[in-house]
C-alpha cells in the first residue's frame, strides 16, 4: 500500500507489528501517524521504533518513549545503543 502515514488504508486491528526506521522524526504529524499505527495494530501488537545517531533529526531514546506513550503505547524494551537503537512498544 502507499499511503499517508497518518490515513492508513487498512482495517482496524489488522497487523501484528509495525515497523518506523529513522522516519518518526520525518512524519509532520506524529502524534496522528502513532494513533493510526495504534488503530491498525492487533490488540498486544508491537510498534519497532529505530533511529540511527546519523539522521539528522535524531531524538533520544527517551524522547522517543515519551512520544510513543503518550499515544497509548506501553513501552516494552529497548535495544541496541547511542548511535543506533530500536525501542519496542505493544498497543
Not at 3 to 31: H, K, N, W, Y
Not at 62 to 86: D, L, P
Amino acid at each position: 500500500h502507499v499511503a499517508s502515514a497518518d490515513d492508513l488504508p487498512l482495517a482496524d486491528a489488522c497487523m501484528d507489528r509495525g515497523f518506523l526506521v529513522t522516519v518518526l522524526t520525518e512524519i509532520p504529524d506524529q502524534g496522528r501517524a502513532l494513533d493510526e499505527i495504534r488503530r491498525v495494530l492487533k490488540p498486544g501488537g508491537v510498534l519497532s521504533v529505530t533511529e540511527e545517531f546519523l539522521d539528522p533529526d535524531y531524538p533520544f531514546a527517551s524522547e522517543t518513549v515519551r512520544m510513543v506513550t503518550r499515544h497509548g503505547f506501553r513501552f516494552a524494551n529497548k535495544s541496541g545503543n547511542f548511535w543506533v537503537y530500536t525501542v519496542n512498544f505493544t498497543k
